[in-house]
């Protein structure tokens, strides 16, 4: 586990970790426990394992499937992990399920389910889910507590007991937008059950507007570490595309093709990479329910002119390892340069000295006189090779002056804007961009925080130096150099130590060493976008190969049109944007609103980057508390998972009958879990395994929320299998699948069920019986969107449309789900299903 924190961006992994543990027979139904971040490491899990099979009495809990579904809806990510784990032996066992997500995404539900019972985690406040929390607790009530210690913790790990013989359900979700790096999107997921798994697989879909010009899955890389060069492409992966801008990528490898990866499960890196057509729409604006997303990554713009400021750390703690490992990495950084940039370096421990041209390395302290103009060198093969020379010979002793050696950053950065001759390129507008690197804690005079942090914000005006951070190692301060830069218009990376640290240096310094605008903002008209809503809309600079994202919320009409302004290699600049593009809502809807509504995607991604805008916010502001409520009100409402929330989930009192769940809203102040039962009697109930994170995450039947029969007001839903409309077909429709209908037994997630048996679901918290529907006429109702097809469905009742793609899973059936009146429905596809055939075929590179 330690080895996923080396990588630069945290992938998502999923990871079954199973402790045997024999537990009092009184005390093991159903216990949840939420294991506390601080024991993450492999030193506290190796002593668990030994301890762990120490009591080893029997066969230990088997991963039976392991399934990842993800889709990405014009680049906003919402990947769902689904595992099943029984537990062979006659007496109870301790099961964990592991997951580390990437740095900026967002928890957005998970449930675990027992016996037929979904126990849902709801989204509170991180003080008020402490709370019910200990309440249940204290009352005897199992009860688990997830929360996120800071902005960039990312491992979610929660226990349960399960009772001999016993299986258990783990779901979850999280959501995250892409962000495109070096010209691509990259999709990362880190898989490793721990055991050969019958049933495991990856599935990703990607819907974008535009052609998808580079679709590559390489291989599964075993090792978290980079590679320079990876253009592989795993055999294993199965590709469709249809329509030019929409891919499925399947991975389902088999008991024996795991064992050849490695006997022991598979344990890697799956990974997707693409990338979309730009030259036809650079500029683009899309428009869904009621909000819009602008993205912008203009081709074709050459990059400006930049004045680079190396501030290297020496100190001791780089001693070794680490010091040989930046001067390969600054070997190959100094290369990258192009004629016309300019460069600096200025190294610090406790000594602040400054490299020049002629070779020499020059004490920063000159009591007061002019820097030496010598520090600035213009980026030739001469100068180039006699900084690699001084970087090569560069010695670690010393503190952590970090306060001074930003001050000299910026004296330096100054020298250049006002003094743009001697040897330096004759044009004085170059972009200045400090690259800060550093391996410890700050030391010396103004070793504080605040003093750092408001200091170097105060200094950094006119022109004011783009700063990035890079914290190297374990036991650099991140949040320091975070919230430096992120005052100063950069951005911090961590470093993480490992073979691998130099290749993490240079790709990082690629991602910022091509800008191509700066100072650019983004112009909306008033009368079409609400401003209030609008997410950042200046940015200091665009870096090739990289992507602007602004949201908002429409008034009142679906157009949009904007206005980008910034400026160039060849000065001020305005680009104007394409008219905007309605898209299609391929997204699985989930309960996320406090009133019980369901969000479409882009008011998602809205809220998501909103969020994180704000929190990124709060920490410049010394978490203010204006900031702070403004997203922890968005937090609560869209039901994501951030450093001001936790998700909470209790169990209710033991009881043998369903009816005594009792469903709540989230605003009700009651968190017991909700479920969805089937009656053949009122006396006598059956849970069915239909509802949790799988009917939650994907929008089908969510516990709590039914799909509407129609739209009213904006911003509702447009599921898969809504209902579109209230006129009905003027005569009956025969069905084109009838020779394929299945009976309800040959379900094997459905319950054993008599004819005038009904199916209770409940809906906003409100119990709603529905029929089945044996007797009725085969006709075809309302028009709906089938997942199965993009050809037309309408709603029938289900016994007429049970087809062989339900039968085995309900996650495909609830994504078909609809009503007919007081009749439980699916909606069926009007022509036979074909698969997706190769229309298209982007490059594969």
């Known amino acids: 586990m ?5 990588l630069g961006v945290l992938v998502f992994l999923v990871t079954v970790i199973v402790f045997v543990q024999q537990v009092d027979k009184t005390f093991a139904r159903h216990t949840f426990v939420v294991v506390p971040e601080e024991v993450h490491s492999e030193g506290v899990r190796h002593r668990r394992a030994s301890e762990d099979n120490s009591n080893d009495q029997g066969s230990k809990p088997q991963v039976k499937s392991l399934r990842i579904e993800s889709i990405i809806n014009y680049r906003y990510a919402y990947p769902m992990v689904y595992s099943d784990i029984v537990n062979p032996a ?5 099961v964990t399920f592991t997951a580390d997500l990437p740095d900026d995404a967002f928890v957005s539900g998970f449930a675990i389910t027992i016996k037929g019972v979904v126990y849902k985690a709801y989204v509170k406040e991180k003080e008020e889910a402490k709370r019910i929390y200990q309440d249940a607790v204290s009352q005897g009530r199992t009860a688990g507590h997830v929360a996120l210690s800071a902005r960039d913790s990312n491992t979610f790990t929660v226990s349960v007991n399960v009772e001999a013989f016993g299986k258990v359900k783990f779901n979850f979700t999280y959501e995250e ?4 790096e070096l010209g691509t999107y990259k999709h990362k997921i880190s898989v490793n059950p721990g055991q050969i798994v019958d049933d495991m697989s990856i599935q990703v879909i990607i819907q974008e507007s535009s052609n998808i010009t580079t679709l590559q899955v390489p291989d599964l890389r075993e090792s978290n570490e980079l590679l320079a060069e990876d253009n592989s492409e795993n055999r294993l992966v199965s590709k469709e595309f249809s329509n030019g801008h929409t891919a499925i ?8 093709e795991q064992r050849e990866i490695n006997s022991n499960g598979v344990k890697g890196l799956f990974e997707v990479r693409y990338d979309i057509d730009r030259t036809s729409q650079p500029n683009q604006i899309l428009v869904n329910e009621g909000y819009f997303v602008h993205f912008f990554a203009p081709p074709n713009l050459n990059p400006l002119n930049k004045h680079v ?15 040989r490992q930046l001067k390969e990495a600054m070997s190959s950084i100094l ?8 460069f600096s370096i200025v190294l610090f421990s406790d000594t602040i000295t400054l490299w020049t041209s002629d070779g020499n390395v020059v004490d920063a302290d000159n009591h007061g006189e002019p820097l030496n103009p010598l520090v600035i060198a213009a980026a030739t093969p001469e100068n180039i ?3 690699k020379t001084t970087v090569n010979a560069i010695e670690s002793g010393g503190g952590t002056h970090i306060y001074d050696a930003l001050q000299t950053a910026l004296r330096v950065v100054q020298l250049g804007h006002s003094s743009p001759s001697n040897d330096l390129a004759s044009q004085p507008t170059k972009e200045p961009m400090i690259i800060f690197l550093t391996d410890g804690q700050p030391n010396g005079p103004n070793s504080d925080a605040a003093s750092i942090i408001n200091g170097t914000t105060s200094s950094n005006q006119n022109p004011a130096a783009v700063i990035y951070g890079l914290a190297f190692g374990d036991d650099a301060d991140f949040n320091l150099l975070k919230k430096v830069s992120l005052k100063n218009s950069g951005f911090a990376r961590k470093i993480y130590q490992a073979s691998d640290a130099s290749l993490q240096l240079k790709n990082f310094y690629k991602e910022v060493s091509s800008p191509l605008l700066s100072d650019v903002t983004f112009h909306y008209l008033e009368n079409q976008v609400d401003v209030n809503s609008l997410t950042k809309v200046h940015f200091r600079t665009h870096n090739n190969g990289s992507e602007i994202v602004v949201a908002g919320r429409l008034v009142n009409s679906t157009d949009v049109t904007a206005n980008v302004t910034g400026f160039s290699v060849s000065g001020n600049i305005s680009l104007e944007a394409y008219p905007s593009l309605e898209v299609t809502d391929y997204y699985p809807r989930q309960q996320v609103m406090q009133n019980g509504s369901q969000a479409a995607f882009m008011e998602r991604l809205w809220a998501y980057l909103t969020i994180r805008q704000l929190l990124d916010l709060r920490e410049q502001m010394d978490n203010n508390e204006t900031v702070k409520e403004q997203a922890l ?3 609560l409402k869209y039901a994501f998972v951030t450093p001001l929330t936790s998700l909470v989930v209790v169990k209710p009192n033991d009881t043998d009958s369903a009816t005594d769940l009792q469903a709540s809203s989230p605003l009700s102040g009651s968190f017991t879990p909700q479920s969805i039962v089937a009656h053949r009697r009122p006396q006598q109930a059956v849970h069915m395994a239909m509802y949790g994170m799988d009917d939650m995450a994907l929008g089908r039947i969510a516990p709590g929320i039914m799909m509407p029969t129609s739209l009213r007001g904006r911003g509702r839903a447009r599921a898969p299998g809504r209902n579109i409309g209230r006129k009905q077909p003027p005569q009956p429709a025969p069905n084109p699948h009838a020779a394929a209908i299945l009976p309800l037994t040959a379900y094997s997630w459905f319950p054993a069920l008599s004819i005038d048996t009904n199916v209770t679901l409940l809906t906003n918290g409100v119990q709603e019986t529905f029929r089945i529907g044996y007797n009725e006429t085969n006709t075809a109702h309302d028009q709906c969107v089938s997942s199965l097809t993009t050809a037309e469905a309408h709603c029938r009742h289900l016994p007429h449309c049970a087809l062989p793609e339900f039968s085995e899973d309900i996650n495909v059936y609830l994504q078909n789900f609809c009503r007919i009146d007081s009749f439980i429905g699916v909606c069926c596809p009007d022509s036979p299903i074909i698969n997706i055939s190769t229309t298209e075929t982007p490059t594969t590179a």
């Open 90 to 94: 006659n007496v109870s066992r301790e």
């Open 385 to 387: 090779q006699a900084a």
């Open 2 to 6: 330690a080895g996923c924190n080396r």
């Open 633 to 635: 009100e968005l937090a």
């Open 335 to 342: 290369d990258e340069l192009r004629p016309g940039d300019s």
């Open 309 to 323: 400021i190396f501030v290297l750390d020496r100190s001791g703690s780089m001693y070794g390892h680490k010091i």
């Open 177 to 180: 937008l892409l962000t495109r």
């Open 249 to 256: 990528i399947r991975w389902a490898p088999t008991p024996d």
